[in-house]
């Protein structure tokens, strides 16, 4: 049993985007969510390495299509942005924002978690 092999366990984040097709902020958010996506997967692998893009999913949810899914997690107005660590939100944003302030909001709440700022898997 001593053989067995060190893995690295690193949290898995979830970055929700909520929306309908009505809205037309929440229209207007949805590239700039999609920018955001890439940054933040960018920032993981920067950490991380190459693997670290399995770290974050990004989903779009029509609130229209999953009211449960909207009314579970309190969405009470769209556009409004999560981030997930699990299956708990530890971040909302509620309204259109700039891209700048949404991507720093969500690296602020994944550095916040302190699990994810240091991996013995990352490449000197």
Known sequence: MDNLPVVDTLPVFEL????AQWA???LQMRHIFDEVSVDIRNYLTS???EDAGKLLSAVVVDVDEQPELADRFTVQAVPTIQLLDGNEPILSLVGAR???AVRNAIIES???R???AVSTNKKE
């Open 16 to 19: 929700r985007f909520y929306s």
């Open 47 to 49: 950490l991380h390495g």
């Open 114 to 116: 302190g699990n994810i």
């Open 98 to 100: 700039p891209k700048i």
């Open 24 to 26: 037309g902020p929440a």
């Open 110 to 112: 994944i550095e916040k």
